[in-house]
């Protein structure tokens, strides 16, 4: 397996020397990174992300994820969350191929395979050991990298295998929900679309158990479950993340506050040096500084 992922990382060398979330392939994106990173707060899509060199970590609600070679992180539903490369080097640099997940194509794949029994509450996100099986598949995907020519008529068929080797192996039963729009995940996944469109809104969770179709006590189990956190923390984490991208061209802390729904400037400011690390005005200007520098925080 060392000699397949080996031969992945320098693949992936040969076409970037930084990240690259769009490449000639159809959702699939790849990155090399030299230095730790900073902690970098974001909203996850659905995706795959396998590191094939070097380790990352990543926060979600109260969960702490680590995830090294031969792991393969899946988050199944839109997720706020801060991740950071915590291993990498000049000689050994951290290395990342990812895959934004196609509900369609996981839905046809469903179609073609045996039903599987009812699980309880599911988290829409996790980390789990790659079989040989899989790593080969991603490899046969990011060879057309190499054959652009070939991706047309190749990338729909290797793209599906990817997806087969992961419904089979450890998360599947996770992108098993993803795939049925009856299922509990899924319905979890129609109340965050909700909170994203309105995100500086009121948020009734009453409402957002009635978009789900559930009781308000199994959509709370429910949500906690798929997301790691609860309705209000999520709709917050998303607020304190708009605010930080308003914050790139705006001095004024209160007027950001307000704009994204909060009700107190103080309480913005302590929820926002709480996930930032700094108050709203000093990491504004580390944010403009930043992006002068052409760095990414």
């Known amino acids: 397996m060392q000699d397949l992922l080996d031969r992945m990382c320098q693949r992936i060398a040969h076409h970037t020397n930084g990240m690259r979330l769009e490449t000639p392939v159809p959702r699939v994106g790849i990155g090399v990174a030299h230095t730790h990173g900073r902690p970098v707060a974001t909203l996850y899509e659905p995706m795959i992300c396998m590191v094939l060199r070097g380790a990352k970590q990543v926060l979600i609600g109260d969960r702490v994820l680590r995830y090294g070679p031969a792991s393969c992180f899946v988050a199944s539903l839109e997720l706020p969350a801060t991740g950071c490369v915590i291993e990498a080097a000049r000689e050994e640099p951290y290395v990342v ?31 789990a050991p790659i079989t040989t099986e899989l790593l080969d598949a991603w490899d046969h995907l990011l060879a057309l990298l190499d054959a652009p020519d070939d991706i047309p008529f190749l990338a729909p068929s290797r793209e599906r295998e990817v997806l087969y080797r992961l419904l089979r192996g450890a998360h599947g039963p996770m992108l098993r929900q993803v795939g049925r729009e009856d299922s509990r995940l899924s319905q979890v996944r129609r109340a965050i679309d909700w909170i994203r469109r309105n995100y500086d809104q009121t948020l009734r ?93």
Not at 113 to 127: E, H, N, Q, R
Not at 225 to 235: E, F, G, K
Not at 283 to 297: I, K, P, V, Y
């Open 97 to 127: 191929a990812s895959l934004t997940l196609d509900r369609g194509i996981l839905t046809s794949l469903l179609a073609d395979l045996p039903p599987s029994p009812a699980t309880g509450p599911l988290a829409g996100f996790g980390v």
């Open 205 to 297: 969770t009453e409402a957002l158990a009635e978009i789900a179709g559930m009781s308000v006590p199994t959509f709370h189990r429910h949500f906690k479950v798929a997301t790691a956190m609860s309705p209000l923390q999520y709709q917050k984490t998303l607020r304190l993340q708009a605010a930080r991208r308003l914050l790139t061209t705006s001095t004024d802390a209160t007027r950001t506050a307000y704009a994204v729904g909060y009700e107190s400037a103080s309480q913005f400011s302590r929820e926002y040096a709480r996930l930032f690390g700094a108050p709203p005005a000093r990491d504004a200007e580390r944010l403009r500084r930043a992006s002068q520098e052409g760095q990414t925080l």
